[in-house]
C-alpha cells in the first residue's frame, strides 16, 4: 500500500523560510520520480517542483530560485525547502508520484505565510 505522509508546514512571515517533508512507504523509492504540488484556495493544483530518480529537478517558474527539491533516498523521504516566501506561496502543499498510470497523493500540508 503506496503512502505518501507530509510534514514541516505552518505559519511564517513573508521573507522567511519552511522545509516540507515527505516520507514514501509502499513503493521502490529510489527509482520514482516524486513532485511537490499545491493549491490554494479558489484555484487548481499547480506543479510546484520534481525530482527524479537521476536527481534531475524541475521548478516551477513562480518558485524558481526560491525554492529546492531534494531528495534522500535511505530515509525514502523527499524535501521541499523554501525560501523568500511571499504571501502568494499560500496553500496547500502536496507531495505525489505516479506509479504506473496511478497517481498517489499525500494527505497535504498547509503552509501560510502572512505578517
Known amino acids: 500500500q503506496v503512502q505518501l505522509v507530509e510534514s514541516g508546514g505552518g505559519l511564517v512571515q513573508p521573507g522567511g523560510s519552511l522545509r516540507l517533508s515527505c516520507a514514501a512507504s509502499g513503493i521502490i523509492f529510489s527509482i520514482q520520480a516524486m513532485d511537490w504540488y499545491r493549491q490554494a484556495p479558489g484555484k487548481q493544483r499547480e506543479l510546484v517542483a520534481t525530482?527524479?530518480?537521476?536527481?534531475?529537478?524541475n521548478y516551477a517558474d513562480s518558485v524558481k530560485g526560491r525554492f529546492t527539491i531534494s531528495r534522500d533516498n535511505a530515509k525514502n523521504t523527499f524535501y521541499l525547502q523554501m525560501n523568500s516566501l511571499k504571501p502568494e506561496d499560500t496553500a496547500v502543499y502536496y507531495c505525489?508520484?505516479?506509479?504506473?498510470?496511478?497517481?498517489?497523493w499525500g494527505q497535504g500540508t498547509q503552509v501560510t505565510v502572512s505578517s
Open positions: 505525489h508520484t505516479r506509479i504506473s498510470g496511478d497517481d498517489y
Open positions: 525530482i527524479t530518480s537521476l536527481r534531475r529537478t
